[in-house]
């Protein structure tokens, strides 16, 4: 097929990138708020945070395990209708969505590229997002359900972080449209994890990128932007 034919895709992270801040950490805050997590797993996450920052190797699934033992043995429709009433509060409520992401988004699809929202996060969390937002599809981390409907603290595939988010894109596309039938255009991203999502567009955007990502997209001739504005924490 020929590349003026392709099928045009652009991603988005979501965390950092789409809104102001981590989903996930502001979660395990709500959670802390309504005592649904012990203090023994709050350590946990505490050290696998700070290990993060250091951008020493971790466990992505374990971590994220660590924070549904708030929802284990829950049925999952109760479980997600409190991960939207979070993002509701906390993130549509404290204006989190950039606004400017808002506007690429919108502008993506006004030339019929399709946005897709790429993320590590949980996946009730950007379902709810994009209720609110102009994005067509996403992809993000599953949990588990056992057999009576109900929430566990495995991960159902992968966590969509890193290359991962590359690999999850190529199985999207290829099924979709076919392999070789189309192209990622343009992907934004904040943290040096997000280099292989970058690097694998033909437009990569750094947006408020970490000094790990500023560096490689000053060597790389990815565009920087400054999405930054004043938000209360």
Not at 134 to 158: L, N, Q, R, S
């Amino acid at each position: 097929m020929s590349g003026s034919t392709l099928h045009k895709i652009a991603a988005f992270d979501f965390d950092g990138t789409s809104i102001r801040g981590n989903s996930p950490v502001l979660l395990v805050r709500y959670l802390l708020r309504d005592k649904l997590l012990g203090k023994r797993v709050t350590a946990k996450i505490a050290s696998w945070g700070i290990a993060y920052k250091l951008r020493l190797p971790q466990n992505e699934a374990w971590v994220r395990g660590l924070v549904f033992t708030a929802f284990e043995g829950l049925p999952q429709r109760e479980a997600d209708e409190y991960l939207r009433a979070f993002y509701d509060e906390v993130i549509a409520g404290q204006d989190r969505f950039r606004p400017q992401a808002d506007a690429a988004m919108r502008a993506l699809r006004e030339q019929g590229v399709e946005v897709l929202v790429v993320s590590a996060t949980f996946e009730p969390i950007i379902q709810r997002a994009q209720e609110l937002h102009p994005f067509d599809g996403f992809i993000a981390t599953k949990m588990a359900v056992d057999e009576h409907g109900c929430y566990t603290t495995h991960v159902d595939g992968p966590c969509v972080e890193g290359q991962e988010k590359v690999n999850c894109i190529r199985a999207y596309a290829d099924a979709r449209y076919g392999v070789g039938n189309w192209e990622l255009v343009e992907a934004y991203g904040d943290h040096h994890s997000d280099a292989p999502l970058l690097s694998a567009a033909t437009r990569g955007f750094a947006v408020c990128p970490d000094n790990p990502l500023e560096r490689e997209a000053r060597r790389r001739g990815w565009t920087v932007l400054d999405w930054s504005e004043d938000v209360k924490n």
